[in-house]
């Protein structure tokens, strides 16, 4: 039995054993090779969702990580980018952590939440739109939550989120990373895995976005190849935003869904509604170059 699959299957029995292979790798440093070992374990084991797979689809999210109190970008992202016939199943989950999750903003929207692969197919059919609720689709990881809170660092599974959307083989996917290290690891695994993505950090702030204060820092996985970019809000022909208040979410809930609604309606505050068209740009940009 390999690692991966010993730490997965055996979290429940045996938790202290699985936390400190998980805090030694976490000290090692883990490399493009251990998530590809892991992502491989994990897809085995979860329940997938059956796709045309020459039928576009799309995902947009993020690693989260970055602590900071800004926007929650992706689950708008994602109904926009549905809305202007780019088909996504949006992979996420509750927050974790203090902040706001997608799938708090989804609930709390009225949202259909998708939990069975019947639910996600209807929502792609009938509005090109599927709020995929990880836990669901990935209970092989139900005995690793509270091994993971025990340890108070982050772990592997932090960075294989996003790759393991269970519609997968997705057409192409925007990937953000609050850790440019961590970063070049997933893009190595998207290449390994033959996964079309555009994985993004933001070099002013840390966010896992495309920055509206400066340079991002691209990793552009596509055709087996890994391209480093540099992307500037100047780019897209928009000003930067320098001050980091002006695009920081609010500490509520119904905050973050009135700034969801604004967002998409396109009445946000100014330089929030930047950030949000700018990554919107980015993410149509990357599809369109897929396919």
């Known amino acids: 039995m390999s690692t991966a699959k010993y730490v997965i299957d055996r979290a429940g029995d045996e938790p202290e054993v ?6 030694e790798l976490h ?15 994990l897809e085995a084991r979860m329940v997938r969702v059956e796709w045309n797979e020459h039928q576009p689809l799309y995902d947009v999210c993020g690693t989260g990580g970055s602590g900071q109190r800004r ?8 109904a926009r980018l549905a809305g202007e016939g780019y088909p996504v199943a949006k992979h996420g989950n509750k927050a974790q952590s203090g902040r706001i999750g997608s799938f708090d903003v989804v609930e709390a929207l009225g949202e259909w939440v998708c939990k069975t692969p019947f639910d996600v197919r209807k929502g792609l059919d009938e509005r090109q739109l599927a709020y995929v609720y990880a836990p669901a689709f990935h209970p092989a990881l139900r005995d690793l939550g509270p091994v993971r809170r025990g340890l108070g660092h982050p772990t592997v599974f932090n960075y294989l989120g996003p790759l393991l959307n269970p519609c997968a083989p997705l057409t192409a996917q925007l990937i953000g990373v609050s850790d440019p290290r961590v970063g070049q ?6 290449r390994e895995m033959a996964i079309n993505a555009l994985l993004v950090h933001d ?3 840390g966010l896992d976005d495309v ?19 540099e992307i500037h809000p100047s780019d897209y022909g928009m000003e930067v935003v320098s001050d980091f208040a002006q695009i920081a979410g609010g500490t509520t809930l119904a905050e973050a869904v009135t700034l969801h609604q ?9 330089p ?10 980015v993410a149509k940009e990357f599809f369109d170059a897929v396919g």
Not at 18 to 23: A, E, K, Q, S
Not at 29 to 39: F, H, Q
Not at 71 to 78: R, Y
Request: aromatic share 8%.
């Open 185 to 190: 690891l997933m893009a190595a695994a998207c």
């Open 211 to 229: 920055s509206p204060s400066g340079v991002t820092l691209g990793w552009q996985v596509q055709g087996g190849e890994i391209v480093e970019r």
């Open 203 to 205: 070099t002013v702030w």
């Open 272 to 281: 929030q509604q930047q950030f949000f068209d700018l990554n919107y740009l």
């Open 27 to 41: 000290e090692r440093g883990e490399t493009a090779d251990d998530l590809v070992e892991y992502l491989t374990a």
């Open 71 to 78: 926007v929650n970008l992706s689950t708008a992202l994602a």
């Open 18 to 23: 699985v936390g400190d292979i998980l805090r």
């Open 262 to 270: 604004s967002l998409l309606a396109g009445d946000a505050p100014a």
